[in-house]
């Protein structure tokens, strides 16, 4: 009797093990698809964003306004007005996107 006693007891702890590396493994595989799927949304939102060069744009506005001395031109560049902008307006993008998510989900 006890040898029965102690084989159900192995099989019982081999079960429990290998039930544990199979829930081990499925959370594995599962934070990874969610990563994959994460890490895919942000790369293309880091693509748009980089194909969004609002320096330039702000940059040949300024050039193209005749009225403009080329040394005003110069300062705007040189102190990086236009790198500034671009931050601020990418902060009020991101701002208005955030503020879309939550109305998203309570409007269901």
Known sequence: MPAIVQWLSTVWNTLKTALS???????YVLKAA????FDGLLTA???????LDVGSL???LAGAWTGLPPALIWVINATGIP??????FYALV?????NLIPAAFTRI
């Open 45 to 51: 939102v880091v693509s748009i964003v980089g194909a």
């Open 94 to 98: 991101v701002r208005m996107i955030l």
């Open 58 to 60: 702000i940059t040949n």
């Open 21 to 27: 590396w199979l829930l081990d493994g499925f959370l």
């Open 83 to 88: 790198t500034g902008l671009s931050m601020v």
């Open 34 to 37: 969610f990563f994959f799927v």
